[in-house]
């Protein structure tokens, strides 16, 4: 099986057909090594959904919003200047001793300083 993992095999798999979309995760992304905000304005028009998540680089683990390295204000922030209409899904994906909805409506009210 060949995996759709770096921005040239992105590339190639949008050259496929036009009516193949990007589901770009920012987290898998970032911890590949790859840039998400150079990804996302390369890709904009073909992006029908975004996973937001948090994670240190380099392979590193999934973390809350704001803690890792992952370039989250910049993707948000370009988002808001393209006029993004996809869907911006926030994954959890770390432990926590928090309930789930505890952390995910921490992680909405990180996007909402951002974007405010």
């Given at each position: 099986m060949r995996w759709i993992e770096t921005p040239r095999s992105i590339e190639r798999a949008l050259a496929v057909s036009p009516w193949i979309?990007?589901?770009l995760d920012i987290g898998?992304?970032?911890a590949a090594g790859f840039d998400p905000v150079q990804l996302?304005?390369?890709?904009?028009?073909r992006i029908t959904t975004?996973?937001?998540?948090?994670?240190?680089a380099h392979g590193g683990p999934?973390?809350?919003?704001?803690?890792?390295?992952?370039?989250?204000r910049e993707v948000l922030l370009a988002m808001k200047r393209?006029?993004?209409r996809f869907p911006a899904n926030i994954e959890y994906e770390y432990r926590s001793a928090q309930?789930?909805?505890v952390e995910i409506a921490r992680s909405l009210r990180y996007c909402e300083r951002v974007l405010a």
């Open positions: 979309g990007l589901n898998h992304c970032h996302l304005e390369a890709h904009r028009a975004l996973h937001l998540k948090d994670r240190q999934n973390v809350p919003f704001g803690e890792g390295s992952t370039p989250l393209q006029g993004a309930d789930a909805t």
